[in-house]
C-alpha cells in the first residue's frame, strides 16, 4: 500500500531534482521531499509489521478455534 506511495514521492523528488540547480530547491529537497520520504518509509515499515502481526493473530486464533472443535465444547 505505501510502497506505491513512496515509489511515486522517489520518482517525483527526483523529477524535481532534475530541473532545481539553485539552494533553494536544494533545501526544499533537504527540509521538505526528505524527510516526507522518511516517513513514507516508516509507515511501510509500520506496515509491514502490522500485517505480520495480524497474521500471527490469525493463525492463533485458527489454532483455538481448532482446539475447541476438537475438545467439543462450545462457548
Known amino acids: 500500500m505505501f510502497d506505491d506511495v513512496l515509489g ?10 532534475n530541473s532545481v ?4 530547491g536544494t533545501s526544499i529537497v533537504a527540509d521538505v521531499l526528505e524527510p516526507i520520504q522518511n516517513e513514507i ?3 511501510c515499515a509500520f506496515n509491514e509489521e ?4 495480524a497474521t500471527n493473530v490469525n493463525q492463533v486464533l485458527q489454532e ?5 472443535m476438537r475438545g467439543g465444547s462450545s462457548l
Open 21 to 24: 540547480r539553485d539552494e533553494f
Open 64 to 68: 483455538a478455534q481448532s482446539l475447541r
Open 50 to 53: 502490522f500485517q505480520q502481526n
Open 8 to 17: 511515486m514521492s522517489r520518482y517525483c523528488t527526483d523529477e524535481f531534482c
Open 41 to 43: 518509509s516508516s509507515l
